[in-house]
């Protein structure tokens, strides 16, 4: 089976200290490949979806921020927001600007590259955390969704075998190497994260893994 491309990854932070830890564990990832850090937006004005699948933006989810989502979205560009200070609003605001994910900057550095995937192909991204701000469709028809749980007590609720294949899949394996390590097939790997996703009320395995990865690793 043919490997899938790597995310291509624009990294957008004013902080020269943080935009050179970012982007040295992105450069790192094998899921995504780092093609350019720049200290500001008004720096890719001229960048568009043929140069990159997704920016990185490190920066606090203020008004000012929020108007460069939605410049940057407008051009086709997904955005992964990366700050910290969010609240109900400001979560809002980003994802009706056109942020493709928010994420609290203090999530463990390791796991942006896998949200960052996550975005550029297509899927909205959230930090644990910020569950609580979002409710996904289920929530608007009335389905019960456990966001008043904490990201602990939602992965106390797995089974042991649950959070080995989260765990697996959190260190970089396909559904095939899961599989695999774990001497079963991938329909039973998928079915795992697929009852995941519904205790942990999330809505794709990214999320799944920062949640398990904000607890576990702590």
Same mark, same amino acid.
């Given at each position: 089976m043919k490997k899938k491309s790597p995310v291509r990854v624009l990294l957008v932070d004013h902080d020269p200290i943080s935009r050179h830890v970012v982007g040295a564990v992105l450069g790192q990832e094998e %899921?995504? %490949? #780092?093609? +350019?850090?720049?200290?500001?937006?008004? $720096?890719?004005? +001229?960048?568009?979806?043929? $140069? +990159?699948?997704v920016v990185v933006f490190c920066a606090p989810p203020d008004s000012q921020a929020i108007a460069h989502v939605r410049e940057i979205a407008g051009r086709g560009l997904p955005v992964l927001l990366v700050g910290t200070g969010w609240t109900g609003e400001s979560v809002g605001e980003a994802l009706a600007a056109g942020a493709r994910g928010c994420l609290v900057k203090n999530t463990r550095i390791d796991t942006i590259a896998a949200a960052a995937a996550a975005a550029g192909s297509g899927h909205l991204v959230l930090s644990p955390e910020l569950h609580r701000f979002y409710r996904p469709a289920e929530a608007e028809q009335g389905i019960t969704r456990p966001g008043a749980l904490t990201p602990e007590q939602l992965v106390r609720s797995l089974t042991e075998r649950e959070l080995e294949v989260l765990t697996l899949l959190s260190a970089g394996n396909t559904t095939a190497e899961v599989a695999a390590a774990l001497h079963v097939s991938a329909a039973t790997v998928k079915s795992h994260v697929s009852h995941s996703l519904t205790k942990l009320g999330v809505r794709?395995? %990214?999320? +799944? %893994? #920062?949640m398990v990865c904000s607890v576990v690793r702590r």
């Amino acid at each position: 089976m043919k490997k899938k491309s790597p995310v291509r990854v624009l990294l957008v932070d004013h902080d020269p200290i943080s935009r050179h830890v970012v982007g040295a564990v992105l450069g790192q990832e094998e %899921v995504v %490949v #780092l093609v +350019a850090t720049v200290e500001g937006p008004d $720096q890719i004005r +001229a960048w568009g979806p043929d $140069q +990159a699948d997704v920016v990185v933006f490190c920066a606090p989810p203020d008004s000012q921020a929020i108007a460069h989502v939605r410049e940057i979205a407008g051009r086709g560009l997904p955005v992964l927001l990366v700050g910290t200070g969010w609240t109900g609003e400001s979560v809002g605001e980003a994802l009706a600007a056109g942020a493709r994910g928010c994420l609290v900057k203090n999530t463990r550095i390791d796991t942006i590259a896998a949200a960052a995937a996550a975005a550029g192909s297509g899927h909205l991204v959230l930090s644990p955390e910020l569950h609580r701000f979002y409710r996904p469709a289920e929530a608007e028809q009335g389905i019960t969704r456990p966001g008043a749980l904490t990201p602990e007590q939602l992965v106390r609720s797995l089974t042991e075998r649950e959070l080995e294949v989260l765990t697996l899949l959190s260190a970089g394996n396909t559904t095939a190497e899961v599989a695999a390590a774990l001497h079963v097939s991938a329909a039973t790997v998928k079915s795992h994260v697929s009852h995941s996703l519904t205790k942990l009320g999330v809505r794709n395995r %990214v999320e +799944a %893994v #920062l949640m398990v990865c904000s607890v576990v690793r702590r």
